[in-house]
């Protein structure tokens, strides 16, 4: 899947304080950019089939998340827009 491997693409180059982040190289990262950002906290669900003619796929997408919830890229901050703000 090109756009698992660009959030993969994402994720590593994060993790690896890289300069650049790939996030124009699928739409699904490109819509994601914010969520993915350096101040943001994401949750990622992986889900997985039973069926045996499904095993391929589910071991990949196991091993991707895998891969995913080793990344820490620091804690996350607390945004609140101008009219939420407390007083």
């Not at 919830?69 to 007083?87: C, D, F, T, Y």
Request: with cysteine; net charge positive; hydrophobic share 35%.
């Amino acid at each position: 899947n090109k756009s698992l491997s660009a959030l993969g693409d994402v994720i590593a180059a994060a993790a690896n304080k890289n300069g650049h982040i790939p996030y124009r190289n699928s739409k699904l990262t490109h819509v994601l950019q914010d969520s993915l950002g350096q101040d943001s906290k994401t949750l990622m669900i992986v889900q997985t089939s039973p069926c045996t003619r499904d095993v391929a796929e589910s071991i990949c997408s196991l091993q991707f998340a895998s891969r995913a919830r080793a990344v820490e890229l620091g804690q996350a901050k607390k945004n609140l827009s101008q009219g939420a703000k407390k007083k």
